[in-house]
């Protein structure tokens, strides 16, 4: 394995962070459920991520102002643009899987 520098792995991972969001924001199409569902994470989960690590950064970034990094604008303005009603297959999928606390 390739050894990196701390930097680099900080910039290769931030790429990788940025091409995921760009990549999500082109596919539309593909529900948060559906996300949740499949992979156990949602555009919802990067945002509250990204908030995590500006607060424990000391940066006073809004949960608000995370999701419209993510979601490339307001929240509930993607939402009544692109968010759809989840069907009970896969609500029911989204009961089977999520984590049991």
Known sequence: MTDLTPEQQRDFEAAAFRRLVAHLGKR?????????????????????????AAREAGTDLSKDEAREHVYGMPYEEWKAL???EASEEQKAAFERNRPKE
């Open 82 to 84: 692109h968010q759809s």
């Open 28 to 52: 539309t199409d593909v529900q948060n459920i559906d996300l949740m569902n499949f992979a156990g994470f949602c555009r919802n989960c990067l945002a509250n991520w990204y908030h995590e």
